[in-house]
């Protein structure tokens, strides 16, 4: 569905994801700011995964977020509209991006900001030139303690 920027309707939606309007009222009201909050926090679960960096470590959560974004483009085209956009869902990515860098320095203690900044850098290019994920390592071999 590309329609541009809230130029779609709950039908729309209804129609393309095989839903009913019903449900989609239930579970997110009639608002199209809610539905639009919900899949920013669906993105941002999915571009940060917290709860992967947590328990697999930053190299598994780029693998995941390399096949997240393969199999949903839109994901990373989300992130880059809003990122600087000054809006809530901005904000919310922002905060994602902080709560990263913080796991990130967890994993690297040894390495300055400017370091874990690169290795985040290295990370969205990744994504954006879409690396297959068993080329992460060798992206990140400087970097990466191998377990």
Do not use: C
């Not at 130029?7 to 809610?34: H, M, P």
């Not at 290019?125 to 990140?140: K, S």
Request: net charge neutral; glycine share 4%; hydrophobic share 40%.
């Amino acid at each position: 569905m590309a329609k541009g920027h809230l130029q779609w309707t709950l039908s729309d939606i209804s129609r393309e994801s095989n839903v009913t309007r019903s449900l989609i009222y239930y579970y997110f009201g009639k608002e199209k700011d809610k539905v639009l909050e919900e899949a920013y926090k669906f993105v941002i679960s999915h571009i940060f995964n917290m709860e992967r960096t947590k328990t697999v470590g930053i190299r598994e959560r780029l693998r995941d977020v390399l096949r997240d974004v393969k199999n949903m483009p839109y994901l990373f085209v989300l992130y880059y509209l809003e990122k600087n956009a000054g809006t809530q869902f901005g904000k919310m990515i922002n905060e994602a991006e902080a709560l990263l860098m913080k796991a990130m320095k967890i994993e690297f203690p040894t390495l300055s900001e400017i370091q874990i900044l690169e290795i985040y850098l290295k990370e969205l290019g990744a994504i954006a030139f879409q690396l297959p994920p068993e080329r992460v390592d060798d992206l990140f071999a400087d970097y990466i303690k191998k377990n």
